[in-house]
């Protein structure tokens, strides 16, 4: 299961850290946040090291579908009800860091298939939502048209139409990106002194002035409770030969279908649930049913892949001070599937932070700021609260024998409660059940062959590698080796 960005990559492997370093700024994680925030750092003439647990841009950032779009969902109508100079604000923020890919990419002439166009989100059956989002829109001064023709073959209520937004493909953005610091590859934070703001990884510690959360899912958990003001939520995507977009698309259901073009394809993603909750089956399937609804059935498939992201309370990231009590470390997170735009934002805030420069987006990016809706955090605390406190400690209702090959599930296996996966010659593959991070029980996500954790979105491969921050730590297999 490979995105549709695969194969771009240059093979420029920088070595792992095998001894003890001192360096003034450090960033954790080598997504297009890392990346972003090294390249402002570097143009502000400080000197920053980053530091990888695989190989650059191999997270999220790898499975985006990359558009760039101030049209949101229900942002702009959610945040007008507390703040209607928040929501402006978010707004500039999106459209500023369009033009600001913009700026880069003319000015390193950077070839990455950017290309501007139009925007629209529509509705097939609430079209009073739709025209509260307009009305936001317009509240705040976005140059947005109500539209009703019929697009993508669907029978639309209406749409909002904005202008001018873009797409690229982020990869060859990212590769070709300015990256003259240093770079660590392969070598994941395994622990973070926050007081004494030391890294620890397998082979060596890094001291550092600064550190920079930029690992998606943040890794340090206290200071901080991101794990009670996040959650991850899962994507799916696929990509088709057979048809061609000229805007990009996406419909206004919070689990709904974007859509937009790139070289002969067209790409679509969504069907959005949050990890670990959902049966997991016949989720590309239904991609292709929305896809021939829209394009007819002469449609080559290319590529299937899916990955989630965080989501916060307000629909606007964290990108700041980590906690209050730590000075000198950063967060960026919480993009809400938007992080192309936001990651530009997030790192110009964090960037301006450090070099003490002003930057109007710091309140509203603040991981302090007041919570505009703390039902979220209670959501989330029950949530772990159910899947930290009685999942684990409930009895399987089935044993290893009654799993089928292809299967995963958490079973009775030789009298204890194990995580089992049974492959299709019907070997097992058996791992602890609780997730390495906080200890949550894990569920098998049957589309990607993972263990997904329901409470903050760990995932880990049959063998229980890490494929998915915020654990650091990989799970124990049966015979007890890690
Ligand atoms: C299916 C999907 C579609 C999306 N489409 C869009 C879109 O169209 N437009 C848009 O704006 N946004 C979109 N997004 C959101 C966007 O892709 C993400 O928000 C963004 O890529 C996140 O980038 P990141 O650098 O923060 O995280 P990542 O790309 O995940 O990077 C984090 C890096 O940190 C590393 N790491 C983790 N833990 C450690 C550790 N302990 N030590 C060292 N390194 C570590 C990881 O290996 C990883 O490389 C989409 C998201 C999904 C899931």
């Given at each position: 299961m490979q995105s549709i960005w695969n194969g771009v990559k240059e093979s420029d492997h920088r070595l792992s850290l095998d001894k003890d370093i001192k360096r003034d700024i450090v960033i954790v994680g080598g997504g297009i946040s890392g990346l972003l925030m090294g390249y402002r750092l570097m143009q502000s003439g400080r000197e920053a090291t980053l530091i990888e647990a695989n190989t650059l841009y191999s997270g999220v950032t790898h499975n985006t579908t990359a558009h760039l779009d101030a049209?949101?969902?229900y942002v702009y109508s959610d945040l007008i009800k507390t703040s209607p100079q928040k929501a402006k604000l978010y707004f500039q923020s999106q459209l500023d860091a369009i033009e600001e890919y913009q700026k880069i990419i003319d000015t390193y002439k950077i070839d990455c298939d950017f290309k501007r166009l139009d925007s629209f989100m529509f509705t097939i059956n609430d079209m009073k939502k739709l025209e509260e989002e307009y009305n936001a829109l317009k509240e705040i001064g976005a140059d947005v048209e109500l539209v009703k023709e019929k697009m993508l073959n669907i029978d639309i209520q209406g749409a909002i139409k904005l202008k001018n937004q873009a797409q690229f493909h982020p990869i060859k953005f990212l590769e070709k990106l300015p990256k003259e610091y240093e770079i660590i590859e392969n070598?994941?934070?395994?622990?973070?002194?926050t007081k004494n703001k030391i890294l620890y990884t397998q082979k060596a510690e890094i001291h550092a002035n600064i550190i920079i959360i930029a690992t998606g899912f943040p890794i340090i958990d206290i200071p901080g409770f991101y794990f009670l003001k996040m959650y991850k939520s899962s994507s799916y995507s696929i990509a088709f030969k057979g048809a061609k977009l000229d805007a990009v698309y996406q419909s206004d259901l919070e689990n709904g279908l974007t859509y937009r073009g790139y070289d002969d394809y067209v790409i679509m993603g969504g069907l959005d649930h949050?990890?670990?909750?959902?049966?997991?089956?016949?989720k590309f399937n239904r991609l292709r049913e929305k896809a021939e609804l829209s394009f007819g059935k002469e449609l080559e498939y290319t590529h299937t892949w899916t990955a989630n992201d965080c989501i916060t309370a307000d629909g606007v990231p964290y990108a700041g001070q980590?906690?209050?009590?730590?000075?000198?470390i950063y967060v960026m997170t919480g993009y809400n599937k938007w992080g192309m735009t936001n990651s530009m934002a997030s790192s110009k805030v964090i960037c301006d932070l450090i070099t003490q420069k002003p930057n109007k987006f710091i309140d509203l990016f603040s991981p302090q700021r007041k919570k505009t809706n703390p039902a979220h955090c209670v959501v989330n605390l029950l949530s772990t609260v159910k899947n930290l406190v009685f999942k684990p400690v409930s009895f399987p209702d089935r044993n290893v024998d009654a799993l089928k090959p292809g299967e995963g599930d958490i079973v009775l296996y030789e009298g204890r409660k194990k995580a089992v996966y049974r492959d299709l010659d019907n070997r097992l593959y058996v791992v602890e059940?609780?997730?390495?991070?906080?200890k949550c029980q894990l569920k098998f996500n049957s589309e990607t062959k993972t263990w997904d954790c329901p409470c903050h979105g760990s995932r880990f491969d049959i063998y229980g590698k890490i494929v998915v921050s915020p654990t650091t730590k990989n799970l124990k297999v049966h015979n007890g080796k890690e």
């Amino acid at each position: 299961m490979q995105s549709i960005w695969n194969g771009v990559k240059e093979s420029d492997h920088r070595l792992s850290l095998d001894k003890d370093i001192k360096r003034d700024i450090v960033i954790v994680g080598g997504g297009i946040s890392g990346l972003l925030m090294g390249y402002r750092l570097m143009q502000s003439g400080r000197e920053a090291t980053l530091i990888e647990a695989n190989t650059l841009y191999s997270g999220v950032t790898h499975n985006t579908t990359a558009h760039l779009d101030a049209m949101q969902g229900y942002v702009y109508s959610d945040l007008i009800k507390t703040s209607p100079q928040k929501a402006k604000l978010y707004f500039q923020s999106q459209l500023d860091a369009i033009e600001e890919y913009q700026k880069i990419i003319d000015t390193y002439k950077i070839d990455c298939d950017f290309k501007r166009l139009d925007s629209f989100m529509f509705t097939i059956n609430d079209m009073k939502k739709l025209e509260e989002e307009y009305n936001a829109l317009k509240e705040i001064g976005a140059d947005v048209e109500l539209v009703k023709e019929k697009m993508l073959n669907i029978d639309i209520q209406g749409a909002i139409k904005l202008k001018n937004q873009a797409q690229f493909h982020p990869i060859k953005f990212l590769e070709k990106l300015p990256k003259e610091y240093e770079i660590i590859e392969n070598t994941r934070v395994l622990k973070v002194d926050t007081k004494n703001k030391i890294l620890y990884t397998q082979k060596a510690e890094i001291h550092a002035n600064i550190i920079i959360i930029a690992t998606g899912f943040p890794i340090i958990d206290i200071p901080g409770f991101y794990f009670l003001k996040m959650y991850k939520s899962s994507s799916y995507s696929i990509a088709f030969k057979g048809a061609k977009l000229d805007a990009v698309y996406q419909s206004d259901l919070e689990n709904g279908l974007t859509y937009r073009g790139y070289d002969d394809y067209v790409i679509m993603g969504g069907l959005d649930h949050r990890t670990g909750r959902l049966n997991h089956k016949d989720k590309f399937n239904r991609l292709r049913e929305k896809a021939e609804l829209s394009f007819g059935k002469e449609l080559e498939y290319t590529h299937t892949w899916t990955a989630n992201d965080c989501i916060t309370a307000d629909g606007v990231p964290y990108a700041g001070q980590y906690s209050k009590s730590r000075k000198d470390i950063y967060v960026m997170t919480g993009y809400n599937k938007w992080g192309m735009t936001n990651s530009m934002a997030s790192s110009k805030v964090i960037c301006d932070l450090i070099t003490q420069k002003p930057n109007k987006f710091i309140d509203l990016f603040s991981p302090q700021r007041k919570k505009t809706n703390p039902a979220h955090c209670v959501v989330n605390l029950l949530s772990t609260v159910k899947n930290l406190v009685f999942k684990p400690v409930s009895f399987p209702d089935r044993n290893v024998d009654a799993l089928k090959p292809g299967e995963g599930d958490i079973v009775l296996y030789e009298g204890r409660k194990k995580a089992v996966y049974r492959d299709l010659d019907n070997r097992l593959y058996v791992v602890e059940p609780l997730c390495s991070h906080l200890k949550c029980q894990l569920k098998f996500n049957s589309e990607t062959k993972t263990w997904d954790c329901p409470c903050h979105g760990s995932r880990f491969d049959i063998y229980g590698k890490i494929v998915v921050s915020p654990t650091t730590k990989n799970l124990k297999v049966h015979n007890g080796k890690e």
